[in-house]
């Protein structure tokens, strides 16, 4: 017995000091060889506090010392592990006792040629079996049994059954754990030379040449529907500028709901299912909204027929007071919808929403593109075609010339390709609209939404429209007159094409801040695109984010620079609609056919 004690002593020391080594290599003073032909026996030793205390520490050092190693040795290594019968469990240890045990395997099996020995992976780390340097093989019969039952009620040691192929039995444990609570599992992992997958070039290629394609392919989609629903009429312009506020107010929308958000306190009510206000009240604000723009616009350019039809005479004279109360009714619904515990989020998605709908809705599409397209076809083709002109040359010369950062929200912004844009834009600007501004189908107010391109359309220009003639000063006009062979001294030119300069030069250098803006609110949200609308594209307001600002800007400069204020027949009715008793209305008429009488027109 006293033999056994001193051999249980001896191995609780050695195992001891194995928690100082680094990297989970054994060195050869480590290594116990167990080799008796008595049974095999072990002792649970009771170490004192004070020594548990240490060990714990120093396995919390050799701990971090093995990360520090890993984190720098670690390079997307990872090892095969062979097909091995399962590892079987042996005896049991203490919180401080970390066996190490190598055993030879019979001599039929080491008389075979041994192949290289295996790796074992150690908390992640690649490590060497060490042998003692005259570790003879053991007899078989020397070799203590373990049935399975007895493995079974042993765990915290690992080993791997000898096989043909591996001839060293190796039980590496794992380091007791920082909180020195339970058994320390140990982990044996017999690797091979690993594989690693390159990724295939050709796969790359492939995938790109594929999103480049879907790109171009709905690229000329979009430009094709475009131009289709230009010549289709108004109406058509009208309805596609709705579709697209409704599917940008759907996606900026969306990056803001009640769904994954927390209570605020643990009283929180319940939110019963679905949110009302996300999909609901907020929606509800969407329409109104649409509702009093939309009404407004209608209002003003078709008067003579609003206020001539006794059906939308009460809707066109109370429009203001009906959007009003629409609102209102929202807003009292907002208050009712309120949840404890969610307040904080529900005012902030009640702001999100109002401020959503005054950049989409109101400056984006209703209350200023929809004005342009009904001040004529022209004040909304051209100041579109002016921004995507400006996103596609500021590409091809980014390309080509691009070599310094523009701007940190967007990386692939270059210097030159912003300044070559702006040139080509402003080239580009004057060509277009130059020619477009020939038909009356472009530059007329509308006056009846039924019309379209292949209608006969006639109107008094505006006079910016109109063709004028500059005279060259003489002596230039001799040289030029002499250069060309021919008398030239006047030069056409047509005051619009100096707000095309304008406008291409907004186009240019504000517009791309709109797509700037866009670019640091998705990273802002951590997130690609705003939907995925439009295959190849994104989201709609990835493809809308620079028009908001041109809309805007090209209403304000029309509606301050261009456009004329004289009386309309509709401006006269809507006074006498609004401003004229009956009886006031019905002297009006008879005071109109004793005018005309005079002037020689029959009036019946």
């Given at each position: 017995m006293s033999r056994v004690a001193e051999r249980?002593?001896?191995?609780?020391?050695?195992t001891?000091?194995?928690?100082?080594?680094?990297?989970?290599?054994e060195s050869e003073e480590d290594a116990v060889v167990v080799s008796s032909s008595e049974t095999f026996t072990q002792q649970e030793l009771k170490p004192s506090k004070s020594a548990i205390k240490r060990a714990q520490k120093l396995a919390r050092t050799e701990k971090r010392s093995q990360q520090k190693a890993l984190a720098k040795t670690q390079r997307g290594h990872t090892p095969e592990v062979t097909n091995s019968p399962p590892p079987v469990t042996s005896s049991n240890f203490s919180e401080d006792a970390h066996c190490v045990k190598l055993a030879e395997s019979s001599s039929k099996v080491s008389s075979v040629a041994t192949p290289p020995v295996a790796e074992l992976l150690v908390n992640g780390t690649s490590v060497e079996p060490v042998l003692p340097a005259a570790a003879a093989p053991a007899p078989p019969d020397l070799i203590?049994?373990?049935?399975?039952?007895?493995?079974?009620?042993?765990?915290?040691?690992?080993?791997?059954?000898?096989?043909?192929?591996?001839?060293?039995?190796?039980?590496?444990?794992?380091?007791?754990?920082?909180?020195?609570?339970?058994?320390?599992?140990?982990?044996?992992?017999?690797?091979?030379?690993?594989?690693?997958?390159?990724?295939?070039?050709?796969?790359e290629k492939a995938k790109k040449r594929q999103s480049f394609i879907t790109r171009t392919l709905w690229t000329f989609i979009m430009i094709g529907g475009f131009i289709g629903l230009l010549l289709l009429g108004h109406a058509y312009m009208i309805l596609l500028v709705m579709l697209c506020q409704t599917l940008v107010y759907r996606e900026v929308t969306a990056l803001f709901s009640l769904k994954s958000t927390k209570p605020e306190s643990y009283d929180a009510e319940a939110m019963g299912g679905k949110d009302p206000w996300s999909k609901t009240l907020n929606w509800y604000f969407f329409a109104v909204t649409n509702y009093f723009l939309y009404g407004e616009s209608i209002i003003?350019?078709?008067?003579?027929?609003?206020?001539?039809d006794a059906q939308l005479l009460p809707f066109a004279t109370n429009h203001r007071m009906i959007s009003f109360v629409l609102y209102t009714i929202g807003f009292m619904g907002f208050v009712m919808s309120l949840k404890k515990g969610y307040l904080k989020q529900q005012f902030g998605l009640f702001c999100w929403v109002h401020m959503s709908l005054l950049l989409i809705v109101v400056s984006r599409d209703s209350h200023f593109i929809v004005n342009n397209i009904l001040e004529g076809m022209i004040w909304f083709w051209v100041p579109a075609s002016l921004v995507i002109c400006n996103d596609v040359f500021a590409y091809i010369w980014g390309i080509t010339l691009g070599r310094t950062p523009l701007i940190k929200l967007s990386p692939k912004k270059t210097v030159e390709g912003f300044v070559g844009a702006v040139w080509s834009t402003l080239i580009f600007g004057v060509v277009w609209g130059t020619y477009f501004m020939r038909f009356d189908y472009m530059i007329c107010p509308v006056h009846d939404l039924g019309i379209s391109a292949w209608s006969h359309t006639q109107c008094t220009p505006n006079p910016v429209f109109v063709w004028k003639e500059w005279e060259i000063w003489k002596p230039v006009a001799v040289f030029l007159s002499t250069l060309f062979g021919r008398s030239i001294s006047t030069i056409p030119y047509a005051s619009y094409q100096f707000h095309l300069l304008l406008l291409a030069f907004f186009a240019s250098l504000v517009a791309p801040f709109g797509g700037f803006f866009a670019s640091g609110f998705k990273r802002a949200f951590n997130i690609k695109d705003f939907g995925h609308s439009i295959p190849g594209h994104g989201g709609m307001t990835d493809r809308m984010d620079c028009q908001f600002l041109m809309g805007v800007f090209t209403y304000v400069y029309y509606s301050s620079l261009v456009r004329q204020h004289h009386v309309t027949v509709g401006g006269v009715l809507q006074t006498i609609v609004s401003?004229?008793?009956?009886?006031?209305q019905l002297e009006l008429i008879a005071d109109m056919k004793r005018y005309l009488g005079t002037q020689g027109i029959k009036v019946p």
């Open positions: 249980s002593v001896v191995a609780s020391k050695t001891f000091d194995a928690l100082t080594v680094d990297s989970g290599e203590p049994p373990s049935s399975a039952s007895e493995e079974q009620s042993q765990p915290g040691l690992v080993s791997l059954t000898p096989s043909p192929t591996i001839d060293k039995e190796i039980l590496v444990p794992e380091p007791i754990d920082k909180h020195g609570k339970g058994q320390a599992e140990s982990l044996v992992e017999v690797s091979s030379p690993p594989t690693q997958v390159v990724p295939s070039q050709d796969t003003y350019y078709f008067k003579h027929v609003v206020f001539a401003g004229l008793t009956l009886q006031q």
